[in-house]
């Protein structure tokens, strides 16, 4: 399999050979979704080592007691099987004389060609076609196309839903009711086993003869955990038979299905089905196509234009901005955004500190109402942030590392991997120690105030989230006997380096984010006494004021060297250094775990991603030019980029001190995590925080935009292959369209309903 960019113009990602071997690459990076389901895209026939995923958001289920929540795979609908002359087709039997499979960012359609002739000889076209429609959260429809190319064949199809799936093994249902309506619709509930939240799946199938509308006998199955139908057509040469399937899947969990009964639920999803199979696949595949330009590219449209490199970049920029709207859960407050999106089972669904710092800023600046959305989150989860913080002997919230439904609390898992030496698992340490995840949501919540100016947001959850993580980090911090405030044993940012105390992340964010409780404290007291006296009722803030006071003046801050380098922790710069060449060439990642256990690792100066140089991202101006220019070029050469967020921190650095190859080149690398050639990359799942990050390469970086102190600065640094980036960003409010040149830029509000004041290349200006 190749992944062709000829068309990259065209909005076109391409694969022009199929590979029965790496079948989950495309699967993820062509998935298709609308932030309620996710779709892998496997092929309608079936194939050894495919992974068949249909997720949707919030359902989180534990199978039992030794295991964390996950996102259950739901039964598949897309699954059609074909036999031609009584030989299934199956592109690893027979030949294949033609194939490409094309995913549209610009519409959300999947498309595959294939003319494909059987062991027997009989010869035929297909072309498949597939949509999970952005306009109608629940609705999935598809289309097969088989022309009879030579010889007459007889042509039987098998398509129905399917429940005998997995994740990975574990089965997440009990089975439900199944029935045919009219033998033509065709009906299963399952329910998961621990949540008790029941799916209903519904699908039927329309016919056609040359375009002409075809009634088929239909053959009805019924069986454990699946029910399908059997059609039989006879094709002479030049035919064209159409199979379109229309399905949809709600559950008890979705708000628009509240208050509803089971029975209620079945009835309705089956009229709302007719009512969509009724306007036919091109409507809805139209209308979904709209909904796309509407949400995505008119909202937040990017260019750029300069060198043949220049279009791939803009491509790969499409690329993420397609998947971010993918998984973005804009129809419900209750879910967030999984490491995975919804591409696959990796990370279980769970959503980490990737959203607050690497997700939330394009939301933030394209699309605030679903920005809004993914904080309230945060703030509905703070029963499980008090409980973790409980059952860790502290106050306050302390936010799970790995976060899934409301009152999940943490989920992180307690083993995975293997340890290289000693054949056994590796504990997980972070969802008990990497413990900056707090000061990340509290760091959130106040940016998503600052870039939009919504004051209600931080009257009803902001105030309070960020009032409620400094409890926890005032309860957290240990004196020492120099008189100071310690953060011992945690895991930073980086997470080759476990146990560690001070690390300068966590406890500069820490200081921060008391600061920052500190401040809106005395400004409530002073300003806004009746909600000061809610907020202190609620979180007690005569006795919790004092401790955030003290705290903050005696933390210990690490300090940059004689070098200017700030340590990343009490112990890194004691490390050993080796030779890391072998490791940063390497085509896959975490290369250094097949020679080194973690143990071993944490005695090397060596990084599995950024850490100092996200809080220099974050708080960039608390650090002097030189401390950030040392500090970089010393962790970029001990850096390996084993995790997906680190190339992204990396490249906007060296874009802010004007290394603009090396921030090109960085962003390259990020921006082919998923779309570059290496096969295994995207089993699990796309890299969803990676987007976020090929995103702020090109305007954090080469667009120079950050929100400092809460007021907005433009500084455009363009890389050479680029002679013009063109971006829009929501500021308070505002539209503003910045295009920037290599000899000029220009920032103008859309919006014009305000004016908009800026810092553009270190002159203040209003727009």
């Given amino acids: 399999m190749g992944m062709d960019y000829s ?17 989950g690459k495309c699967e993820a990076v062509m998935s298709l979704g609308n932030g309620y389901m996710g779709l892998r895209s496997a092929a309608e026939e079936r194939y050894v080592g495919e992974t068949r995923d249909l997720l949707i958001n919030g359902t989180f289920d534990r199978f039992d007691e030794s295991e964390v929540t996950e996102l259950p795979n739901a039964a598949d609908v897309t699954a059609v099987e074909l036999w031609v002359g009584g030989e299934r087709f199956s592109l690893d039997q027979g030949s294949c004389t033609g194939y490409s499979r094309e995913l549209n960012l610009k519409t959300g359609e999947l498309t595959r060609r294939v003319e494909w002739t059987s062991p027997k000889g009989d010869k035929v076209g297909l072309v498949f076609r597939r949509i999970v429609s952005l306009k109608r959260l629940h609705d999935i429809a598809l289309t097969v196309t088989v022309t009879c190319l030579e010889q007459p064949v007889a042509l039987k199809v098998r398509s129905g839903i399917d429940a005998r799936v997995t994740n990975t093994g574990t089965q997440h249902f009990t089975e439900g009711e199944k029935r045919f309506y009219e033998k033509k619709y065709l009906q299963l509930l399952e329910t998961t086993i621990e949540s008790g939240i029941t799916f209903v799946v519904n699908a039927v199938h329309r016919f056609a003869l040359n375009g002409q509308p075809l009634e088929l006998d239909t053959d009805v199955n019924i069986d454990r955990r699946v029910l399908y139908a059997d059609y039989t057509v006879d094709l002479k040469p030049g035919d064209c038979f159409t199979v379109e399937k229309y399905a949809n899947v709600f559950t008890t969990r979705d708000l628009d299905c509240a208050g509803k009964t089971v029975a209620e639920l079945q009835a309705q999803t089956l009229e709302d089905l007719k009512t969509s199979a009724a306007l036919g696949y091109q409507a809805l595949a139209e209308e979904s196509a709209a909904q796309w330009q509407l949400e995505v590219w008119d909202r937040a449209p990017l260019d750029i234009q300069g060198d043949e490199n220049s279009q791939f970049d803009l491509f790969a920029l499409r690329f993420a901005q397609y ?122 919540a106040w940016q998503y105030y600052a870039i939009t100016g919504d004051q209600a947001f931080l009257d009803d959850y902001g105030y309070e989230l960020i009032m409620d993580a400094a409890i926890f980090w005032a309860s957290r911090l240990e004196k020492g006997e120099d008189g100071q405030y310690h953060i011992n044993d945690v895991v930073g940012p980086d997470e080759y380096h476990e146990h560690v105390n001070d690390n300068a992340f966590t406890n500069y964010m820490a200081q921060w984010n008391l600061n920052k409780a500190i401040e809106y404290h005395d400004e409530l007291k002073a300003e806004r006494p009746e909600l000061f006296q809610r907020l202190d009722e609620k979180l007690n803030l005569a006795e919790v004021y004092p401790q955030w006071v003290d705290g903050a003046a005696h933390i210990y801050l690490p300090q940059p060297t004689e070098e200017n380098i700030l340590p990343m922790d009490d112990r890194f710069m004691q490390g050993k250094e080796i030779d890391l060449t072998k490791y940063k060439e390497q085509d896959f990642v975490a290369g250094i775990m097949k020679d080194y256990n973690l143990e071993q690792i944490q005695g090397i100066q060596v990084c599995k991603q950024a850490d100092c140089l996200v809080l220099f991202y974050l708080l960039e101006d608390e650090f002097p030019p030189e401390v950030k220019r040392a500090s970089w070029a010393y962790y970029e050469a001990r850096t390996l980029h084993d995790s997906s967020l680190s190339l992204s921190t990396h490249s906007v650095q060296a874009a802010d001190m004007g290394e603009l190859d090396m921030a090109y080149d960085l962003f390259r690398k990020a921006a082919t995590i998923d779309l570059g050639p290496y096969m295994g990359t995207s089993d699990a799942g796309i890299h969803a925080a990676s987007f976020g990050g090929v995103w702020q390469c090109a305007v954090y970086g080469f667009g120079g935009v950050r929100m400092l102190n809460g007021k907005l600065r433009i500084e455009p640094k363009l890389p050479k292959g680029w002679d013009k980036l063109q971006f829009t960003l929501m500021w308070q409010g505002q539209k503003l369209q910045v295009t920037a040149t290599k000899e000029n830029v220009v920032v103008e509000n859309l919006t014009g309903t305000k004016p908009v004041t800026f810092t553009l290349n270190g002159t203040e200006i209003q727009a």
């Avoid at 068309?7 to 079948?23: R, T």
């Avoid at 309230?376 to 439904?405: D, I, T």
């Fill in 323 to 444: 998947h971010m709207r993918l998984m973005l859960p804009r129809h419900d407050n209750r879910m967030n955004i999984g490491a995975k999106g919804l591409s696959g089972e990796g990370y279980k669904g769970h959503c980490f500190w990737d959203t607050e710092i690497f997700l939330l800023p394009y939301y933030m600046f394209t699309d605030p109402e679903a920005a809004r959305k993914l904080e309230e989150y945060r703030y509905l989860s703070l029963p499980g942030a008090h409980r973790k913080a409980k059952e860790n002997g502290y106050r306050g919230a302390m936010f799970p590392w790995e976060s899934a439904w409301l009152d999940d609390g943490e989920t992180c898992p307690l083993y995975m991997g293997t340890d290289i030496l000693t054949g056994t698992p590796i504990k997980v340490w972070s969802g008990i120690i990497e413990q900056h995840i707090t000061a990340d949501v509290a760091f959130g």
């Fill in 7 to 23: 068309k990259i113009d065209q909005w076109i990602l391409a694969e022009d050979s199929f590979d029965p071997v790496h079948l």
